[in-house]
């Protein structure tokens, strides 16, 4: 058997995170423009992509269903398909560890008459697919799995628009629905159970194409054709996340960001944090591709616990074990209930996050929903584990930079997922 990668990560002999620095694509927004971007009329050009694997797959999938995509430079040309034109493909689509991937390209192939089996790694083979299947199959389409899992055999064909209410707020079962409506035929509405990211209803709108947003409601109405893309993508407001809470949280740190996502369905973690009294400033902000985007300075501040809303467990949803992390280093308690979801990620990020925290000398209780973490804590460096998922890579990194002493993180290569780099960019700012 071959040994487990090892990382040593320590913040002695460092100052804070001092400069300024600009993220890599977002994720969320690369994978729907390179989507949506192939079921438009014509030749979309994509600038900073997020150039992790996930997105990588995207691509992959893209081509293997006859989509012409070229990497020039710093930017990725594809020529759009219009909205039920591509073509079967040879063999499966291997979704490798991308949730995002798979329940999109879905929706999409669910309006597309042959059969497509898509597959993915260990993790995204343990994820909930019937989510997506319900809804889909009630629009007419047929998706086999293996007890609702993958790998999923997808039939698509001849939809019919459904109204349809998600027992979860979820932005990729949400998006599954809505990609499939574009394709089908009368109306397709989607009820939101929660506010999850927006980045499929700005982008279509962005397209030309007539959604319709109407509080909770959500109504596309069958084929309209999509405008080509001409998209910048915003940094990555997740990939930011790391690098604001390390700011806040190591003494002699100023750091400024420039040109990250601020699309408010994504930044529910930036609200916790001035919750807790985190020296936070905007310094500009524009709108571009409806997508707004801006600034930031980060300083190193005294923080407090916190409890969160339900809407704002959604917004923030992919920064709670980060949160973790800051509310160690806050006074008093953070609760965190209604995060369930956060259960079926690419791992059981409740667990990986309560273990890695306790390991490093951590307060923290595991809920079924969620953690109570009890600040602060002085933590000491140990032996903690990636769990083979890049947010908890990267959020426990952030717990090694806080701790006294050496921390061993156990297979770090998963921040390739979303963030090839991160730890070069982390030692480059604490060194700078
Ligand atoms: C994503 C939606 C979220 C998030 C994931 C990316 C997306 O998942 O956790 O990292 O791009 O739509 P859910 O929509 O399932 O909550």
């Not at 027992?167 to 409506?181: I, R």
């Not at 506010?195 to 279509?204: A, F, G, K, W």
Request: aromatic share 4%.
């Amino acid at each position: 058997m071959s040994e487990k990668s090892v990382k040593t990560i320590s913040h002695s002999g460092c100052d804070g995170l001092t400069g300024e620095m600009t993220f890599p694509g977002d994720k969320s927004i690369s994978h729907r423009g390179l989507l949506l971007g192939s079921l438009a009329e014509g030749r979309s050009t994509l600038t900073n992509l997020a150039p992790g694997e996930d997105v990588g797959r995207t691509v992959d999938c893209l081509r293997a269903l006859g989509v012409t995509v070229v990497e020039e430079e710093n930017k990725f040309v594809l020529e759009g398909q219009g909205l039920r034109g591509f073509t079967e493909p040879k063999g499966s689509l291997d979704a490798g560890n991308s949730g995002t991937l798979t329940r999109l390209i879905a929706g999409i192939l669910a309006t597309h008459s042959f059969t497509t089996e898509i597959d993915g790694d260990d993790s995204l083979r343990s994820r909930p697919m019937e989510r997506i299947i319900d809804p889909l199959e009630s629009m007419g389409a047929k998706l086999d799995s293996r007890e609702g899992k993958l790998p999923l055999v997808v039939t698509g064909g001849d939809l019919q628009g459904i109204e349809y209410r998600p027992e979860v707020a979820s932005a990729q079962v949400k998006s599954s629905v809505l990609l499939a409506g574009l394709g089908a035929s009368g109306k397709t509405t989607l009820l939101e159970p929660g506010p999850s990211r927006d980045h499929t209803e700005r982008m279509l709108e962005a397209m030309g194409y007539p959604i319709r947003v109407d509080g909770d409601r959500i109504t596309v109405s069958g084929p309209h054709p999509l405008d080509p893309l001409k998209l910048k993508v915003p940094g990555d407001f997740s990939s930011a996340g790391y690098f604001i809470a390390a700011a806040c949280l190591l003494e002699g740190s100023e750091l400024t960001i420039r040109n990250v996502g601020l699309n408010e369905t994504r930044t529910g973690f930036l609200e916790l944090l001035t919750e807790m009294g985190a020296s936070i400033e905007l310094t500009s902000s524009e709108e571009r591709n409806r997508e707004p985007r801006g600034d930031l300075v980060v300083s190193k501040s005294d923080l407090s616990g916190v409890s969160l809303t339900e809407d704002q467990v959604v917004k923030s949803i992919d920064e709670l074990p980060l949160l973790a992390v800051v509310a160690t280093q806050a006074d008093g308690v953070t609760e965190v209930r209604g995060a369930e979801e956060l259960r079926v990620k690419e791992t059981d990020r409740i667990k990986a996050t309560v273990t890695n925290l306790k390991n490093l000398g951590a307060d923290i209780e595991e809920l079924p929903d969620g953690f109570i973490v009890r600040g602060r804590s002085k933590l000491s460096g140990g032996r903690v584990e990636s769990f083979r998922d890049h947010r908890i890579a990267m959020s426990t990194a952030v717990a090694a930079l806080v701790a006294e002493g050496e921390t061993e993180l156990v297979e770090p290569e998963w921040v390739e997922v979303s963030f090839p780099g991160f730890f070069e960019t982390m030692e480059g700012l604490l060194h700078g």
